[in-house]
């Protein structure tokens, strides 16, 4: 995973700690120093920073135009449909139900929805380089516990790149790769911390959604498994870790039973 080169230092204090992690996280101050990081990657240094400025910059869009000054990648193309769109929305209002501390969260930053690449086995997808951007497979729509953990899921992950926007996680340069619980191989050492972030928020929703109890229980059998997984390999991978690096992995480790 590659991080914007204009960073300021990102202090989770300032902003109530980590996302999800912390319920007393404050994501509008969160939003309004990636807005001005933004804003001062397209317009250079001096940009005003307007609050219409701000607010542009999160649009998915423009958000996407503005990475790509960086990290060009070209986006997957197509809609999901009508009821898949629909969809969405009730998921969201699933978790935010269960987790009232996560609303803000789920329904604070602007993302747009858009189906899988063809040929890709995964659910759902997202990455830093096409910010507020998630992908659902098909796959995704064929139980509501499903999408509520694949929506969950890509808005951790975009969240943490909204904080990778201001500092990495990892050392500049890195090239180290690792392959996760999964079997997933080729991941960075941020990845591996976006992955252990995820984890602790399946592990808190999974409990709680209203699905038969064996479901749940192979469920977070394999949570349990996979987030020990990661827990291991971050342990491998400290060397690799930033400051803040190292201050996520420790909150994960305090948010892990």
Same mark, same amino acid.
Not at 198 to 219: E, M
């Given at each position: 995973?590659?991080?914007?080169?204009?960073?300021?230092?990102f202090?989770?204090?300032?902003?109530?700690?980590?996302?999800?992690l912390?319920?007393d996280?404050a994501?509008?101050?969160?939003?309004?120093?990636?807005?001005c990081?933004?804003?001062?990657r397209?317009?250079g240094?001096? =940009?005003?920073?307007?609050?219409?400025d701000?607010? !542009?910059? %999160?649009d @998915?869009?423009? /958000?996407?135009?503005? $990475?790509a &000054?960086?990290?060009?990648?070209?986006?997957?193309?197509?809609?999901?449909?009508?009821?898949q769109?629909? =969809?969405?929305?009730a998921?969201?209002?699933?978790? !935010?139900? %269960?987790? @009232?501390?996560? /609303?803000?969260l789920? $329904?604070? &930053?602007p993302?747009?929805?858009l189906?899988?690449?063809?040929?890709?086995?995964s659910v759902s997808?997202?990455?830093?380089?096409?910010?507020?951007?998630?992908?659902?497979?098909?796959?995704?729509?064929?139980?509501?516990?499903?999408?509520?953990?694949q929506?969950?899921h890509?808005?951790?992950h975009?969240w943490l790149?909204?904080c990778?926007?201001?500092?990495?996680?990892?050392?500049?340069?890195?090239?180290?790769?690792?392959?996760?619980p999964?079997?997933?191989?080729?991941?960075s050492?941020?990845?591996?911390?976006g992955?252990a972030?995820?984890?602790?928020?399946?592990?808190?929703?999974?409990?709680?959604?209203d699905?038969?109890?064996p479901?749940?229980?192979?469920?977070?059998?394999?949570?349990?498994?996979?987030?020990?997984?990661?827990?291991?390999l971050?342990?491998?991978?400290?060397?690799?870790?930033?400051?803040?690096?190292?201050?996520?992995?420790?909150?994960?480790?305090e948010a892990?039973?």
């Amino acid at each position: 995973m590659d991080t914007a080169t204009h960073t300021v230092p990102f202090v989770p204090a300032h902003c109530g700690g980590w996302p999800f992690l912390d319920d007393d996280h404050a994501p509008q101050r969160l939003l309004t120093a990636v807005a001005c990081v933004r804003l001062a990657r397209r317009d250079g240094p001096h =940009a005003a920073g307007r609050p219409d400025d701000l607010a !542009a910059v %999160l649009d @998915p869009g423009e /958000a996407l135009r503005i $990475r790509a &000054l960086d990290l060009p990648r070209p986006l997957p193309t197509g809609t999901l449909t009508t009821e898949q769109l629909a =969809a969405i929305p009730a998921a969201v209002d699933i978790i !935010a139900h %269960l987790i @009232p501390a996560w /609303a803000p969260l789920l $329904r604070a &930053l602007p993302l747009t929805y858009l189906p899988m690449l063809a040929g890709r086995a995964s659910v759902s997808a997202s990455c830093f380089a096409w910010p507020q951007h998630i992908l659902f497979s098909d796959a995704a729509f064929d139980d509501p516990a499903v999408l509520a953990e694949q929506t969950l899921h890509e808005t951790f992950h975009q969240w943490l790149y909204l904080c990778e926007e201001l500092t990495p996680l990892q050392q500049p340069g890195c090239t180290h790769r690792v392959t996760l619980p999964s079997g997933t191989s080729g991941r960075s050492p941020a990845e591996l911390l976006g992955a252990a972030h995820v984890t602790c928020g399946l592990a808190r929703l999974w409990p709680l959604l209203d699905v038969p109890g064996p479901v749940r229980d192979r469920r977070l059998g394999h949570l349990v498994a996979y987030t020990g997984g990661c827990l291991d390999l971050i342990a491998d991978n400290r060397p690799y870790f930033t400051a803040d690096g190292h201050a996520l992995a420790d909150r994960i480790l305090e948010a892990t039973p």
